[in-house]
C-alpha cells in the first residue's frame, strides 16, 4: 500500500525559507508523477508544483522563482524548497503521486491517486 509522509512544516515570517520532506512508501515501480498541493482555511485545494519521472517540473504561477521540487529517487523523498515565503503562502501542503499505471501529470487535484496527510506551513508578516 502506497503511503506518503509529509515533514518540514512550521511558523516563519514574511521572506523566510522552509524545505517540505515527503517519504513515499509502498511502490512496486516507479510513479510518473509527484506533486505539492495547498489549501487555505476556505479555498479550494491547488497545485504548487509537480515532477514527472523524468524530472520534468512545472510550478504556479503564484510560487515560480520562489519554490523548487526535486526528488530523490534513491531515498524515495520529494522535496518542496520554499524560499522568500509570503503570508498568501501559509496553507496546509500536501504531497501526492498518480497511481502507478498512471502516465498523466498536472496541476489538478483529480488526477492524483494517493495523498499524505498534510503540514501546516505559515507565514507571518
Known amino acids: 500500500q502506497v503511503q506518503l509522509v509529509e515533514s518540514g512544516g512550521g511558523s516563519v515570517q514574511t521572506g523566510g525559507s522552509l524545505r517540505l520532506s515527503c517519504a513515499a512508501s509502498g511502490y512496486t515501480s516507479s510513479t510518473y508523477c509527484m506533486g505539492w498541493f495547498r489549501q487555505a482555511p476556505g479555498k479550494a485545494r491547488e497545485g504548487v508544483a509537480y515532477?514527472?519521472?523524468?524530472?520534468?517540473?512545472r510550478y504556479a504561477n503564484s510560487v515560480t522563482g520562489r519554490f523548487t521540487i526535486s526528488q530523490d529517487n534513491a531515498k524515495n523523498t520529494l522535496y518542496l524548497q520554499m524560499n522568500n515565503l509570503k503570508p498568501e503562502d501559509t496553507a496546509m501542503y500536501y504531497c501526492a503521486s498518480v497511481s502507478q499505471t498512471s502516465q498523466y501529470c498536472g496541476m489538478t487535484p483529480g488526477l492524483f491517486s494517493y495523498w499524505g496527510q498534510g503540514t501546516q506551513v505559515t507565514v507571518s508578516s
Open positions: 515532477i514527472t519521472r523524468h524530472s520534468g517540473t
